[in-house]
């Protein structure tokens, strides 16, 4: 078992910046992969980032490469997504989740365990 708490969300101008935190407890954290997700209102959760299990691999939406950057420290049990050039198309409800799978998630089914989710707002 491994629980989430997403932290660090706001209101941001276009083109600012906000680095989302993920706090785990549990198990050893460095042996679960991570993904971070957004889901807008109207919209589908979307992967937006994800690490497999010990870093091996990671993921970026297409739309988000080069702006956000996933990462984790194990000594801390928390994962991070670093998030520049915000632009009002970001604007969601951020959430972190992990998974035991030695596979690279990129879909939600891919994940076990779920934060709560942060609310990013990107002003035009």
């Known amino acids: 078992q491994v629980q989430l708490v997403e932290s660090g969300g706001g209101l941001v101008p276009t083109g600012g910046s906000l680095r989302l935190s993920c706090a785990a407890s549990g198990r050893t954290f460095s042996s679960y992969g991570l993904g971070w997700f957004r889901q807008a209102p109207g919209k589908e959760r979307e992967i937006v980032a994800a690490?497999?299990?010990?870093?091996?691999?990671?993921y970026y939406l297409d739309s988000v490469k080069g702006r956000f950057t996933i990462s984790r420290d194990n000594a801390k049990n928390t994962a991070y997504l670093q998030m520049n050039s915000l632009k009002p198309e970001d604007t969601a409800v951020y959430y972190c989740a992990a998974t035991s799978s030695y596979e690279l998630g990129r879909l939600t089914g891919n994940y076990k365990y779920w934060g709560q989710g942060t609310q990013v707002t990107v002003s035009s």
């Open positions: 690490t497999s299990r010990r870093d091996v691999s990671t």
